[in-house]
C-alpha cells in the first residue's frame, strides 16, 4: 500500500483503497477500532489478518468490510470472511 494517494476530500475514508475495514479491539476503557485497506480482494484479507495479528491479546472483531466505501459504499463482510475462512475473532 506504499505510495497509495491520500485523500484530502471529506469522504467516507480518508483514502482511495476499493476495500476498507474496521475492526474492533478491546482498550482499558472499553473498546476501540483500527482499519485494514486493499485494491483487491488478497490485499485486504492480507491487511485484515496483519490487524487481527496485531490485537490477538485484545480480542479483535471484524466489524465490517465496505466496498468502494467513497461511493458504492457496498458492504462485503460476509464475503471477505469466507475468505478469511478460520477466522480468529470473537465471532
Do not use: C, W
Not at 7 to 16: F, R, S
Not at 52 to 66: G, T
Amino acid at each position: 500500500m506504499v505510495g497509495q494517494k491520500v485523500n484530502n476530500e471529506l469522504n467516507n475514508v480518508p483514502h482511495d483503497f476499493k476495500y476498507h475495514a474496521e475492526i474492533r479491539y478491546e482498550t482499558e476503557q472499553g473498546f476501540s477500532f483500527t482499519n485494514a485497506m486493499g485494491n483487491t480482494e488478497e490485499e485486504i484479507v492480507s491487511d485484515i489478518k496483519l490487524r487481527l495479528k496485531k490485537y490477538k491479546d485484545r480480542k479483535p472483531y471484524l466489524d465490517v468490510v465496505i466496498y468502494k466505501p467513497n461511493q458504492l459504499n457496498k458492504y462485503v463482510t460476509r464475503k471477505i470472511r469466507k475468505l478469511l475462512g478460520d477466522i480468529k475473532d470473537v465471532a
